[in-house]
């Protein structure tokens, strides 16, 4: 089904990608003359209808963390049903436990095994395994020494280590493109900053005639990067790049308009006091040759809903009744699966006062990384509330579950408002998962930033999502009061399909030079000294009113359930088919005008 559907931001992603033209400096910057005819020439034979789309991904379906996997699991797929020609390339992670049971079931062919390789000082021994079990041709490279991360593949005890796999990565997959025959009408797609050095490293490879076409475009899923020292450009790239950071040296030589995974995260990225501030404030001048365009990600998960077809019906005929019967009869659910588990590492239990008392029950679950989920501002936010006016369980995780010292100041809380709040820190099944989200009143995101996130999980599951206005959440939730808008811009024009509230959206309101400070202020202090500063205790005061306003609107059952269904019709806003046009308008850009 092609999707229509025109809004403003749609323009602004046109007019953006029109305007697109390559940095021409950054290329006489690193390349003599001689070097620039030869890639020149060789570009200019490249052949937009026989493109082969290669996703660079330090995820996969069986090494992940956050939600690139989870992109990589679909976007993919959906661009080979629209006719492009897809392949996958991925670091192949010995240690990690679900690789060895895959290998250990058969499921990696050999393609090749212990080839060296040499770019430019860096030599290296690399080997290639298909991966069977993927739906599409997916190529893991493992290179002698390199990708030794076990739990994800950022989980090092030194950031140096991730650095040098996202180097040696990128150095090996023009050969290993070459020694699987794909050489001509190569269109790389990195995905954040680990894989970006392909940028560099693919115009090598057309140097030497490893292969005859390579482009690349970029999208950052993140506003993380990584540092480069002189010696490693030097061994890597041949000579002294400029630039401090992976993606300093790498956008230069991008062969298409940057992209990111939401509107207003490309907005954030160039205007966000946190972004501008502490993130991204060495991109800065980057981002104004190539600004970054957003292409919004589709559904993750199926269209089905919890709800039978005749609560649905009656609901967007104006009667909620059944509707909210059922999600009580989830909650029910909850209550027995929260009144039923018995493991030894949950902090604090919920009393409810009685059986027909159902005050809203807040759930929040995520990785506890304290420099952007923004639990603590919930936390300090729910001790404010009168005790017993609403519940909280929280459900967070960490790399490698070592988070006892990241827990410590929830605990605390907990004990403060003992009762009300729930603390399971460990993963909980899947099937119980779906479960906790069906039976809770709302799910809660407080994100200091999220580049897309996942509300519409909770809209899928007939749950409204209480969030901070911030990136990709500003795409997914329609307020019911108005909050401001970081980065500036019309927030009605990132809704393509026009739905009633969804939930709450809030944000604290302070100058651009508060929040400047208190971003650099607040992200070196531990959760329970943040409060001192002003812009923290304004974004704690906003979180305050909307779980005051979530407890009002949950008491009444109309607007509640009115709120729910409309969770459930925004959905339609979500879908691949629109993000592939886009990712298409990306692709052609870098095929037609991604030369000089």
Not at 18 to 33: H, M, P, S, Y
Not at 242 to 252: N, S, Y
Not at 489 to 502: E, H, I, L, V
Not at 542 to 562: C, Q
Request: proline residues 5%.
């Amino acid at each position: 089904m092609t999707d229509n559907r025109q809004s403003g931001s749609d323009g602004l992603f046109n007019s953006r990608a029109e305007a697109w033209t390559i940095l021409r400096k950054g290329f006489n910057t690193v390349f003599n003359q001689n070097e620039l005819d030869t890639i020149s020439r060789a570009e200019r034979t490249f052949q937009k209808d026989r493109r082969k789309i290669a996703f660079l991904t330090f995820e996969n379906r069986l090494a992940s963390l956050g939600g690139l996997a989870a992109v990589m699991a679909l976007l993919p797929s959906n661009l080979v049903d629209s006719g492009e020609d897809v392949i996958i390339v991925t670091p192949f992670y010995n240690n990690n436990p679900k690789v060895k049971n895959e290998v250990a079931a058969g499921k990696f062919q050999e393609i090749f095994k212990n080839e060296k390789f040499n770019l430019c000082g860096y030599s290296g021994v690399v080997s290639c395994y298909r991966d069977t079990g993927c739906n599409l041709p997916a190529f893991h490279i493992g290179v002698q020494n390199q990708f030794t991360a076990v739990s994800n593949p950022y989980a090092y005890s030194k950031d140096e280590k991730l650095v040098m796999d996202a180097l040696v990565f990128s150095a090996a997959v023009p050969f290993v493109m070459n020694k699987l025959g794909f050489k001509r009408n190569i269109l790389f797609h990195a995905q954040d900053w680990e894989t970006a050095p392909v940028a560099i490293t693919s115009k090598f490879a057309l140097l030497s005639g490893l292969l005859e076409h390579a482009r690349t475009v970029l999208t950052l899923h993140n506003s993380f990067d990584g540092p480069l020292s002189k010696e490693k450009k030097r061994l890597f790239f041949g000579n002294n790049l400029p630039g401090h950071t992976v993606l300093q040296c790498a956008i230069p030589l991008l062969n298409g308009p940057l992209t990111t995974v939401s509107s207003p995260f490309a907005r954030e990225l160039t205007n966000d006091p946190l972004q501008c501030t502490v993130f991204t404030n060495h991109l800065q001048k980057l981002f104004k040759s190539n600004p970054p365009l957003g292409i919004e990600n589709g559904l993750f998960g199926d269209h089905s809903h919890p709800f039978t077809a005749n609560g649905e019906l009656q609901a967007l005929n104006g009667n909620c009744d059944l509707l909210v019967k059922e999600k009580e009869r989830f909650r029910e659910n909850l209550e027995k699966i929260i009144g039923t588990e018995t493991n030894p590492d949950i902090i604090g239990l919920l009393h409810f006062k009685s059986k027909s008392s159902k005050e809203p029950i807040f759930f929040m679950s995520g990785r506890l990384d304290l420099m952007q989920k923004g639990f603590d501002v919930i936390f300090h936010a729910f001790k404010k509330l009168p005790r017993g006016k609403a519940k909280l369980f929280f459900c967070p995780s960490g790399v490698g579950e070592n988070i006892e010292k990241e827990l410590a100041f929830f605990k605390k809380i907990q004990i403060e408002c003992s009762g009300d709040i729930t603390i399971w820190p460990f993963r909980i099944p899947s099937e119980d998962y779906r479960e906790v989200l069906r039976g809770s009143s709302f799910l809660v995101m407080p994100s200091f930033y999220e580049p897309f996130g996942a509300a519409t999980e909770g809209f899928l599951h007939g749950t409204p999502v209480i969030a901070r206005a911030t990136g990709g959440l500003l795409v997914q939730v329609k307020s019911c009061s108005k909050v401001p808008l970081s980065g500036g811009g019309n927030r009605a024009d990132f809704f393509r399909k026009s739905t009633g509230p969804t939930g709450i959206l809030f944000r604290e309101e302070c100058d651009q030079m508060d929040a400047k400070n208190g971003w650099r202020e607040c992200l070196n202090q531990s959760p329970d000294r943040r409060i001192k500063i002003k812009s923290y205790r304004a974004m704690v005061n906003a979180a305050e009113n909307a779980l005051k306003k979530a407890i009002e609107i949950h008491h009444d059952k109309t607007v509640y359930g009115n709120m729910i269904c409309n969770g459930i019709q925004s959905l339609e806003n979500f879908s691949w088919n629109y993000a592939v046009e886009k990712y298409k308008t990306i692709y052609d850009t870098a095929s037609l005008r991604g030369f000089f």
